[in-house]
């Protein structure tokens, strides 16, 4: 079963960027339903942007505007462009093969500092 390998997190000062990185090796990259979620602390995990198989996107409202996923089928990633960052945005983002019945990552922290 592919499993996604996430990358690109961190710390950054509200206002910042950063770019998450998530790469499912496997022929059948260009077929995949590609999402990304989030966790905060004692919080549930929740959706946060979605790339189909076919290219067509969405995200949560709390992100339109300020994130845009997107996707490199020859390299078999998918990235999230995060901009305007608030402290609202820190938890642990994870990449999900699936967007119904996701295979999750292992995912990778992100703090933003107010």
């Known amino acids: 079963q592919v499993q996604p390998v996430e990358s690109g997190g961190g710390l950054v000062q509200a206002g910042g960027s950063l770019r998450l990185s998530c790469t499912a090796s496997?022929?059948?990259?260009?077929?995949?339903?590609m999402g990304w979620f989030r966790q905060a602390p004692g919080k549930e995990r929740e959706f946060v942007a979605s790339i189909f198989w076919n290219g067509g996107k969405t995200y949560a409202d709390s992100v339109k505007g300020r994130f845009t996923i997107s996707r490199d089928i020859a390299k078999k990633t998918v990235y999230l462009e995060m901009n305007s960052l608030k402290p609202e945005d820190t938890a642990v983002y994870y990449c999900?093969?699936?967007?119904?019945?996701?295979?999750w990552g292992q995912g990778t922290q992100v703090t933003v500092s107010s």
């Open positions: 496997g022929r059948t990259f260009s077929t995949l339903d």
């Open positions: 999900s093969i699936g967007i119904s019945r996701p295979t």
